[in-house]
């Protein structure tokens, strides 16, 4: 049921009346529920027989007919229902919420249907023929006309050839036996655009050969799962492109997924210029609600044969025994992993596709995530492949590390704050050569620190509903000093206080942000502003993925001499124009709270470090940074993964934290703080009852690093297993045992985070 409560996780029971026997599962049906028998959509997940319900108690009298099946969409494969039930097992969600993940609302909504007539001839026509009007011999005369290959013609291109508008002279024609009409249902949706690019294969090194023939080798061997391991330029897309061909020559399909369809526009661009001749459907959230329909009928009709899109399309309705392939681009990627129910990771759900397919599955990365790097050298759970080497004609930037705290005692009063002397005239020499210039500071606004300017006061500004700082922002489109404070947990926002509330004194910001970064870099280069050669990319400045697109264009021609921006400058960009790669800030996530801070700075350094020297030069990528001698921006500086790899699995390993063992975090809320506390610690021992074992470890209850989220307290309890099976059998346990309960149900109240990848 798509209006699925947690009481009933597996889903309803319900009889298929006379008339409906030829429901089967993966059908979509309408159910009466409740008492007053609400009519609902649902979708059949199993089919049982009367020993089946027998066994579970359930008397057959007290189980309510199905009203109807809707015939309005084709039935889910098996392939697809079976991972349905994997992720609502394994992320501990009801099936209903999973299934409605699984189809697009524009798809069950039916935006953009229309239905149309194709029209034939009557195969008995009437003899003699009816006396008929000019109008109708002009309809017939093309119809008869028309060759067989080309019939039936549609109504709309018969109205065209015959000069004949609307559908009482066909309908009329119908009726006296000369033609034959039949009433089809289409999706309409504007084309979706091209991409815009010539591809050809290129020659490959010997490492993209070596994977090619290695992986290869598996495609017609059931399920594998590769780790293609390569330096930032080192070819993984021409690996994945010669790969879909072999299994596209086959006659199977190929799935590919990247993080972000927004922020990897070159890889989705080379992938449909690639394969032009193939049916390629794009699914995404870019797409318009009619196209996305259509897109999502042509992978279920079997159409499409090369299917791409984020992290939802490990959800296209791929039919039973045709997918020979899937590719997850970057796997290391955040964005591979949703923030709500189902919480599940994208990665981890085309591993099981792939499983389900019985087909190989290709991780790709240069900074592979420490999980999947784990399963290929030390768990054997994955084939890994090397591509040590750049592309031929290509070599690595030289990274040179700057200590900003140094570079600050030399920085002029009144001049740039946040763009060092090193960076500074690094950026100056290569744009008066003619090169490109990438800069990267994670984090948008204008400053980050909002405070009285007198310690003696101590004023900070923090938002009301929330436990954290606001965030300044300056007004879009301008560089006044109208000023806006928001949050970025809650979205509150009011303007910048002129003055401190307890003393009066004027305020003052501090901090970083991409919008200081744009204003330093406008004094700096003027013309390069006024000209608008110089663009901030971040989310505020992108209005959507066709603003994004539309600067990239411009970057790509050398319109745009400067991108400054966020984490979406730092990857998937190919541009041979880049000479330097400037990190304005290193330490942005470094010191967060969470375990996995030097792994997410070391890939983001590590990625937009690899969008210099892509060209002709190798190029060159500034790192400034307060802390010089940390692990993850020393190894990031020397590409160096490996050797980071290697010691942070070391440090996880000491503290059993994931990979070494699997962990899930459950996240109780409540509008009071010393409630939030009592929930968490009622669930902590609840768990504890389940007697755990030595296999799982239960950490908690303790307040999330963020306690209070927009007006709600936090407290987390995590479980740590020894493997995933362990795991899942705990959570299994612990639903069927009623933990998750009364104030505890999941839901508002509790959110459970399976494998999680963020702990703040």
């Known amino acids: 049921m798509e209006r699925a409560v947690d009481r009933y996780p597996s889903g309803l029971l319900y009889s298929v009346p006379t008339g409906c026997e030829g429901v089967r599962t993966g059908h979509r049906v309408v159910v009466p529920l409740g008492r007053g028998n609400a009519e609902v959509p649902g979708t059949v997940v199993d089919a049982l027989g009367p020993e089946a319900i027998a066994e579970d108690g359930v008397s057959a009298d007290r189980i309510k007919p199905m009203i109807r099946r809707s015939d309005d969409l084709p039935a889910l494969p098996g392939e697809l229902l079976e991972l349905a039930r994997w992720i609502a097992s394994y992320y501990v969600c009801p099936i209903g919420i999973t299934l409605a993940n699984l189809v697009p609302a524009a798809v069950r909504k039916g935006v953009g249907t229309a239905t149309r007539l194709l029209v034939s001839p009557h195969p008995t026509p009437p003899d003699p023929r009816p006396r008929l009007g000019s109008k109708q011999r002009a309809v017939l005369d093309v119809v008869l006309a028309t060759p067989a290959g080309d019939l039936p013609i ?17 309908r009329r024609l119908a009726e006296l036996g000369l033609l034959s009409i039949e009433v089809v249902t289409v999706v309409e949706a ?45 070819g993984k897309t021409e690996v994945y492109l010669r790969l879909a061909r072999e299994v596209l020559d086959a006659g199977r399909k190929v799935l590919f997924l990247v993080p972000e369809i927004a922020l990897t526009p070159q890889t989705t661009a080379r992938v449909l210029a690639r394969f032009p001749g193939a049916a390629a459907a794009v699914l995404h959230s870019g797409l318009t609600a009619a196209q996305r329909h259509r897109e999502w009928r042509r992978t279920a009709d079997g159409e499409a044969t090369i299917i791409l899109g984020a992290r939802s399309a490990v959800f296209a309705p791929i039919p039973d025994g045709e997918l020979g392939l899937v590719v997850v681009d970057e796997e290391h990627d955040a964005s591979y992993k949703q923030d709500q129910a189902p919480r599940y990771h994208g990665r981890d759900a085309a591993i099981r596709r792939a499983q389900l397919a019985d087909c190989p599955v290709v991780l790709g990365s240069a900074t592979p995530a420490l999980e999947s790097w784990h399963n290929a050298t030390k768990a054997g759970r994955s084939h890994l492949h090397r591509l040590p080497e750049r592309a031929p004609g290509l070599s690595l930037p030289k990274i040179e590390i700057v200590d900003f705290a140094e570079e600050r005692r030399h920085l002029e009063r009144g001049g740039p704050r946040l763009i060092g002397p090193r960076l500074g005239g690094e950026i100056a020499r290569t744009l008066t050569a003619g090169g490109q210039v990438i800069l990267l500071l994670n984090r948008r606004g204008y400053a980050n620190y909002i405070a009285c ?127 330097l790669v400037g990190v304005v800030n290193a330490d942005t996530a470094l010191n967060m709270p969470d375990f996995r801070a030097g792994e997410r700075t070391f890939q983001l350094v590590s990625q937009v470090v690899g969008r210099c020297g892509r060209g002709g030069s190798a190029g060159t990528a500034i790192i400034q940074t307060f802390q010089p001698d940390a692990p993850a921006i020393r190894r990031a500086a020397e ?35 010393s409630a939030a506390m009592r929930l968490g610690t009622e669930l902590a021992d609840r768990l504890q009852t389940l007697d755990p074992g030595p296999d799982v470890e239960i950490r908690g209850p303790i307040p999330c690093s963020i306690a209070r989220i927009a007006g709600r307290y936090r407290v987390q309890v995590e479980t740590l ?9 705990f959570l299994a346990r612990a639903r069927v045992g009623g933990v998750f309960t009364g104030p505890l149900a999941l839901g508002e109240a509790v959110a459970i985070d399976v494998d999680p990848t963020s702990l703040m």
């Open 190 to 234: 504007r084309a979706r655009a091209g991409s815009g690019l010539e591809d050809r294969e290129v020659e490959l090194n010997p490492g993209q050969q070596a994977a090619v023939e290695a992986i290869g080798g598996h495609l017609n061997a059931g399920f594998s799962s590769h780790l293609l391991f390569g330096v930032t330029g080192s």
């Open 721 to 729: 297993a020894k493997d995933a099976g362990v795991a899942s059998r």
């Open 154 to 170: 549609a109504s709309d291109d018969l109205t065209e050839q015959s000069g004949v508008g609307g559908t009482a002279t066909v």
């Open 453 to 579: 300017p007198d310690h003696r006061c101590g004023w900070v500004m923090t938002c009301t509903d929330c436990d954290a700082g606001m965030i300044c922002h300056q007004a879009a489109g301008t560089m006044t000093r109208e000023r806006w404070v928001r949050c970025h947990h809650c979205d509150a926002q009011l303007r910048l206080p002129p003055t401190c509330p307890l003393c009066s004194k004027r305020t003052t910001v501090f901090g970083l942000g991409t919008q200081r970064v744009e204003e330093d870099l406008a004094r700096l280069h003027p013309d390069l502003a006024r000209a608008g050669a110089m663009v901030r990319v971040d989310s505020d400045a992108m209005g959507g993925v066709d603003d994004f697109h539309d600067v990239l264009e411009r970057f790509r021609t050398g319109e745009i001499r400067l991108l400054a921006g966020t984490q979406m400058i730092a990857k998937g960009l190919d541009f041979p124009g880049v000479r």
């Open 639 to 673: 590409h160096d993964f490996e050797g980071f790899a290697e010691r942070e699995l070391a440090d996880r390993d000491r503290f059993g934290l994931p990979p070494a063992r699997r962990m899930c975090r459950i996240v109780v809320r409540d509008g009071g703080e």
